[in-house]
C-alpha cells in the first residue's frame, strides 16, 4: 500500500523533472547547442517514459481520488484535468515522432513536428504538477 501511496508523488516529480530538461532544451536548441539539446530532450523523454510507467503502475493499485475542491476551483480543475488527459494521449506519438526524425537525422521534418511537440509536451508537464498539487496537497480530506 505504501508505494501507491507514492507514486503521485513520484510522478508530481517525474514532470517537474521533464519541464526542467524541456525548458533546458529548448534553451539550448536556441542558442544552436544541438548536443546539449539532444542530451536534454532524451532525457525528458526518458523521465516521461518512467512517468508513464510509474503513473500505470499507480492507476492499477490504486483508487482514483475524488477532487475534493468546491465553488468556483471545480469547473476550473475539471477544465485542466481533462485539457491534460487529452492532450497526455495525443503528445505521445507526436513527440516519438519527434525524437524518431531527429534520431534519424531528418532535421527539417523534426522542427516541423517539434514546433507543436515541445509547446504541447511542456503543457502536459506543467498541468500534471497543477493537477497533483490540487489533488494531493491543496485540496485534501
Known amino acids: 500500500m505504501f508505494l501507491s501511496e507514492a507514486l503521485p508523488h ?3 516529480v517525474l514532470n517537474a523533472i521533464a519541464a526542467c530538461f524541456l525548458t533546458a532544451g529548448y534553451y539550448f536548441v ?3 547547442d544541438f548536443v ?11 523521465v516521461s517514459g518512467l512517468f508513464l510507467v510509474s503513473y500505470v503502475a499507480h492507476r492499477f493499485n490504486a483508487p482514483i481520488f ?8 471545480r469547473p476550473v480543475y475539471y477544465t485542466l484535468l481533462i485539457s491534460h488527459v487529452t492532450l497526455s494521449v ?14 534519424k537525422g531528418r532535421f527539417e521534418l ?13 503543457y502536459v ?9 490540487m489533488l494531493y496537497q491543496i485540496y485534501t480530506a
Open 10 to 12: 513520484l510522478n508530481a
Open 110 to 122: 523534426h522542427r516541423k513536428v517539434a514546433r507543436w511537440a515541445w509547446p504541447a509536451w511542456m
Open 36 to 46: 546539449r539539446h539532444r542530451a536534454c530532450m532524451i532525457s525528458a523523454a526518458t
Open 30 to 32: 536556441r542558442r544552436r
Open 90 to 103: 495525443a503528445i505521445v506519438p507526436l513527440v516519438a515522432l519527434t525524437l524518431w526524425r531527429a534520431l
Open 66 to 73: 475524488e477532487f475534493l475542491g468546491q465553488g468556483w476551483i
Open 125 to 133: 508537464s506543467i498541468t500534471g504538477i497543477a493537477v497533483y498539487l
